[in-house]
């Protein structure tokens, strides 16, 4: 995969994958690059001043150092999830208990994770406290 920013003349500038630089060329000399804002075929390839993906190191790369949407989600997913398990901790089926307590300064202010009911998250929700839910990897031995 290889990526291009792209401009319309209408101002927007936006990126178009292609499999390869061939494929872009030949989308754009079949006309098939159309502006997703205004659906005008008036767009052509701007040059990037760095690869954002290999941050300079020989442009159009290999594929391999392409990194599609979906990866770069799972990379920043795989980050938030190393923080949080690394800087909270884990109550586990306390967490509503542990909430409260901490909402209501009977308990040491901390970070915390865990799980709750529907219910019980409902109730917090009451209680102005907002949740923050990301899947976590599932580490059988923590949730025992
Ligand atoms: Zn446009």
């Not at 052509?44 to 290999?54: A, D, F, G, N, T």
């Not at 599609?68 to 795989?78: F, G, I, R, V």
């Not at 909270?88 to 901390?110: I, Q, T």
């Amino acid at each position: 995969m290889i990526v291009f920013d792209l401009a319309c003349e209408c101002g927007l500038i936006f990126e178009g994958w292609f499999g390869d630089r061939g494929d872009f060329e030949r989308q754009e000399a079949e006309g098939l690059l159309v502006c997703p804002a205004c659906g005008g075929a008036e767009v052509r390839k701007i040059l990037s001043p760095v690869c954002r993906y290999c941050r300079g190191q020989g442009g159009d790369g290999p594929p391999a150092a392409a990194v599609s949407p979906e990866t770069k989600a799972m990379e920043l997913l795989k980050i938030l999830q190393n923080y949080v398990l690394n800087n909270f901790e884990n109550v586990g089926p306390r967490l509503c208990e542990e909430s409260l307590k901490l909402r209501y300064g009977l308990a040491e202010e901390r970070n915390i994770r865990g799980g709750v009911t529907p219910a019980e998250e409902e109730m917090l929700g009451r209680e102005g406290i907002k949740l923050l839910k990301i899947p976590l990897p599932v580490k059988p031995e923590e949730d025992a």
